[in-house]
């Protein structure tokens, strides 16, 4: 008899071998725009992305976990056509935040630019990304649906296809560019973005309508609940998720507008500042995160079937996941570690021609194990129900960061920052393995 990989298993390396590819196109397109825009340009081009996180938090992160949850449970329990409408009211509940979100960060561009980027080459950026708002809301609660029925093979070739059509559209505008004896500026960047998340969206849609286009699909299994009672149920879980998720992002954003002020403190020059943040954010951490591809793979995947065990009562089964997956992380992020503190500085220098990048990179390496398996961590308190732990973990983690950056910063530069993020996920790593001892000893 032929055996099958479990659904865990063949997701994860299908989301690996799809993010892996995402990854690494992702990061030589980083290599490029470093060499075409500056580090002052990434610095700007990343100093909007806190005010995307806010937006993405507040429309999109707890209907994306909501519907896979919930198109998970379903699923379980034999309410296959429940599941479909899990989808349509994810939608209408995403996409009901999404469209006046992106309206109102659209006309407030200019406000948040001048007092809360304090950055006014950002005006035009935050406008132009408004648009990938509705875009990303849709193909995310999409994307659920997929992870919560544990079909990942969509999700994936929806990264991938995103990927491709951002750097193709960059590409194209930089040839017509070069032609036309004009450089790219980190707008390009931001419509590539925009580019790429319509495609992903298109992408998602064509796929979904072929569920819907199947009403045959759908003719067993008990009656669906009503699209009012399951939206109120959806809500018990987002809300909590989304007011989490957008705490620290708003945090985040915090810290990524409060790191480049306090460096210049340090001493440095406003443009030095943002050369330093677009070094660091922009480069350093490209490869710092390049292998979390695989952790995060494993994330998504976890989160449906942690809840599923949990609902058929299996504790040894919830176990075996967690000592799994400490199993795992801890070597990958040992390893890396070692890989970047040996060859930090050559990569750096090679792929960014930057040794202030390989000297983040050789730093940022000893966060590596504790990074790495908090991305796993997370997602199964996620899938226990236990968002409150994980949201008040995190909590804690960017606090200190926050504390490093005003306190540390302003006298030792950029190292105090740091020491602020190895301090975070130390700490966090430590949290998250206590709240599932249990499981650990078990």
Not at 3 to 20: C, D, N, R, V
Not at 224 to 235: E, G, K
Not at 301 to 328: C, H, I, W
Request: aromatic share 10%; glycine share 10%.
């Amino acid at each position: 008899m032929k055996k099958t990989l479990h659904p865990l298993i063949s997701g994860t390396l299908l989301l690996t071998a799809a993010g892996l590819t995402t990854r690494l196109i992702g990061f030589f397109y980083k290599i490029f725009l470093s060499r075409t825009i500056g580090a002052e340009g990434i610095g700007i081009y990343q100093m909007i992305f806190p005010i995307y996180g806010v937006c993405y938090a507040l429309t999109t992160s707890g209907a994306e976990i909501a519907v896979s949850r919930f198109v998970s449970r379903e699923n379980g329990a034999g309410r296959r056509r429940s599941a479909r409408l899990v989808l349509t009211v994810g939608l209408g509940l995403s996409l009901g935040l999404a469209i006046p979100t992106a309206f109102l960060l659209y006309v407030n561009a200019a406000f948040l630019a001048r007092h809360i980027l304090q950055e006014t080459r950002t005006v035009q950026l935050l406008q132009i990304m408004a648009l990938t708002i509705p875009f990303g809301a849709c193909h995310s609660c999409i994307c659920g649906y997929y992870y919560g029925c544990k079909k990942p093979a969509v999700p994936a070739a929806a990264q991938l296809f995103e990927q491709l059509s951002r750097v193709s559209a960059v590409f194209l505008i930089y040839r017509v560019s070069s032609e036309q004896g004009r450089s790219l500026s980190p707008l390009t960047a931001v419509v590539g973005l925009v580019i790429g998340e319509f495609a992903s969206m298109l992408f998602c849609v064509f796929f979904a309508s072929g569920e819907y286009a199947s009403p045959g699909k759908w003719a067993d299994g008990p009656a669906a609940p009503s699209p009012l009672s399951l939206a109120r149920q959806m809500c018990s879980l987002a809300l909590p998720v989304t007011g989490n998720r957008l705490c620290m992002n708003l945090l985040a954003s915090a810290e990524s507008i409060l790191l480049p002020l306090c460096l210049q403190q340090y001493g440095l020059s406003a443009e030095q500042a943002l050369s330093v943040y677009g070094t660091l954010s922009g480069m350093a951490l490209s490869f710092i995160l390049f292998p979390s591809v695989l952790t995060g793979a494993l994330s998504v995947m976890l989160l449906p079937s942690v809840s599923e065990a949990q609902a058929a009562g299996e504790d040894a089964r919830l176990s075996r996941t967690v000592r799994k997956t400490v199993s795992f992380c801890l070597p990958l992020g040992i390893c890396f570690t070692v890989l970047f503190l040996l060859f930090g500085r050559f990569l750096g220098s090679f792929f960014f021609r930057s040794s202030l990048a390989g000297d983040f990179i050789i730093t940022l390496a000893w966060i590596c194990p504790f990074l790495y398996l908090n991305h796993t961590l997370h997602s199964i308190l996620n899938g226990l129900g236990r968002t409150g732990t994980g949201f008040f973990n995190n909590l804690i983690g960017i606090l200190i960061r926050i504390l490093f950056v005003l306190g540390c910063v302003p006298r030792f530069g950029i190292q105090g920052y740091l020491w602020g993020l190895l301090t975070g996920q130390l700490i966090v790593c430590g949290m998250n393995l206590e709240a599932l001892k249990e499981y650990l000893h078990n």
